[in-house]
């Protein structure tokens, strides 16, 4: 994939796992693009620093991690490992957990 700019997301699909891939500060992320609460695209939220907000019922998420950082949801999203190589974007899938 290509860059993005600073705070911009995109969505692109990895082995079947549908990926959120979010640029901060020069660094990029990879979660997955449903919200841990009802399946909510979180492509239709806000990212704001390192958080996403889902645009459904307001939970939020880290995106380094996964982390629920707040309510309605209570558990986290999966998060892919990310490496830059030669200017491409590349995420790490692992079997079983996607
Ligand atoms: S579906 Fe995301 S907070 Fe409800």
């Not at 600073?6 to 997955?32: K, N």
């Not at 629920?68 to 590349?90: D, H, N, Q, Y």
């Given at each position: 994939?290509?860059?993005?700019?600073?705070?911009?997301?995109?969505?692109?699909?990895?082995?079947?796992?549908?990926?959120?891939?979010?640029?901060?500060?020069?660094?990029?992320?990879?979660?997955?693009?449903?919200?841990?609460?009802?399946?909510?695209?979180?492509?239709?939220?806000?990212?704001r620093g390192h958080t996403i907000s889902c645009p459904l019922h307001g939970a939020r998420f880290d995106v380094r991690t996964g982390e629920c950082l707040a309510a309605p949801a209570t558990r986290p999203i999966k998060s892919f490992p990310v490496t830059l190589e030669r200017g491409k974007v590349l995420v790490t899938i692992d079997d079983g957990n996607g």
């Amino acid at each position: 994939m290509a860059a993005l700019a600073e705070g911009d997301m995109a969505v692109c699909q990895v082995d079947g796992v549908e990926l959120l891939i979010c640029q901060v500060r020069g660094s990029y992320y990879a979660v997955s693009n449903r919200c841990s609460h009802s399946g909510q695209t979180l492509s239709g939220g806000k990212l704001r620093g390192h958080t996403i907000s889902c645009p459904l019922h307001g939970a939020r998420f880290d995106v380094r991690t996964g982390e629920c950082l707040a309510a309605p949801a209570t558990r986290p999203i999966k998060s892919f490992p990310v490496t830059l190589e030669r200017g491409k974007v590349l995420v790490t899938i692992d079997d079983g957990n996607g």
